[in-house]
């Protein structure tokens, strides 16, 4: 059987009358972390814990970072032509977030949707090392602007702080739905079957009711969906785990708390701070001593960690 071609971006085109909310909604995604303010304080959180903050905060993060993008109007919005849209999430069916017109006083469909964004938040120190959510939608459930959105997200000082947002991804969502099934059924290393089974009838802004998902035949794993794993975000993944948080690349400090998952002796665990101390102390970089400095505040922190196991 004959592999089927690998999908294609079409994005809008500069004579529809989306095109320009399109282009400055992606400007203001990618400005975001230099707008994004949280008012989410967290100390205390133990070296064990680490990982699951995703699961506590990332609920949190995204309604913030909506917030953000309604703050940053100047950006998306600059000739005031949409003064009565606002981003507005509806977190419980696709796309999770929509720039819509305020429908107080009006009947909703009344409403004029300018685009969707399925928004994902990702925890950089998450335990997986990627981000783990799935992307089930059927392509047909995608209008052309609407994008998929993932956040990467860390404390200001790895272990307390407040959330700091870094560089998102940013995708079309047809391309994103339509890229998934071709691995699924084109580049996936499988003797099972490949087949998916398509909602009909599907149009773009469904009701919460509707069914929109795609399914595969066979799924022993459960894996359809990983996003991650279909190899769409390897660069920005890339890219994305050597952020540094406290001149320290995110993947470093990734491997250095792993340890407290493994259940290692304190002795094994000081050789790692040794080892993650002689990474900063070994570079060459002209704010080296402000930054060990940073690194000796957090791993004292982590010391005193050591000590509640």
């Not at 930054?291 to 982590?302: H, M, S, Y």
């Given at each position: ?8 971006r079409n ?25 994004f303010q949280?008012?989410?304080s967290?100390?205390g ?6 990982f699951?903050?995703n ?9 913030q970072?909506?917030?953000?993008l309604?703050?940053m109007?100047?950006v ?10 606002r ?8 796309p ?12 909703e469909?009344e409403?004029e949707i ?5 928004l ?10 990627e981000p783990?959510?799935?992307f ?8 052309e602007q ?6 990467p997200?860390?404390l ?5 702080g407040?959330?700091?947002?870094f ?11 339509e890229?998934?099934?071709y691995?699924w ?8 079957s ?23 035949v ?21 890219i994305?785990?050597r952020?540094?948080?406290c ?5 470093h400090w ?8 493994e259940?290692?002796?304190k ?18 970089r ?17 010391d005193?960690?050591?000590?509640q196991?």
């Amino acid at each position: 059987m004959k592999t089927p071609a690998e999908p294609k971006r079409n994005p809008p085109q500069s004579d529809q009358t989306v095109y320009k909310v399109y282009e400055r909604v992606r400007e203001a995604l990618f400005a975001l972390p230099t707008y994004f303010q949280s008012d989410t304080s967290i100390e205390g959180i133990l070296a064990t814990d680490i990982f699951t903050l995703n699961a506590a905060f990332g609920a949190t993060i995204e309604d913030q970072v909506v917030s953000t993008l309604n703050r940053m109007r100047e950006v998306w919005d600059p000739d005031e032509k949409f003064m009565y849209h606002r981003f507005v999430r509806q977190p419980q069916t696709f796309p999770d977030v929509l720039l819509r017109r305020d429908a107080s006083g009006t009947d909703e469909h009344e409403s004029e949707i300018l685009l969707g964004i399925e928004l994902k938040s990702w925890y950089l120190l998450a335990k997986e090392g990627e981000p783990s959510f799935r992307f089930q939608v059927t392509p047909a459930a995608c209008a052309e602007q609407d994008l998929i959105v993932v956040i990467p997200w860390a404390l200001s000082n790895v272990i307390s702080g407040h959330p700091k947002i870094f560089s998102p991804y940013v995708e079309l969502a047809k391309y994103a739905a339509e890229y998934r099934n071709y691995w699924w059924e084109s580049i996936r290393k499988t003797e099972s079957s490949t087949e998916i089974m398509r909602p009909q009838n599907v149009s773009p802004y469904p009701q919460k009711s509707d069914k929109i998902s795609d399914k595969p035949v066979y799924d022993r794993g459960n894996n359809f969906g990983r996003f991650a794993r279909t190899g769409i975000m390897d660069s920005y993944l890339g890219i994305a785990k050597r952020e540094l948080l406290c001149g320290i690349g995110a993947e470093h400090w990734l491997n250095f708390f792993k340890i407290f998952q493994e259940e290692k002796d304190k002795e094994s665990i000081n050789a790692e701070l040794r080892r993650l101390r002689a990474l900063i102390i070994g570079t060459d970089r002209e704010d080296e001593s402000s930054l060990i400095d940073a690194l000796e505040k957090i791993l004292t922190g982590v010391d005193a960690l050591l000590d509640q196991r």
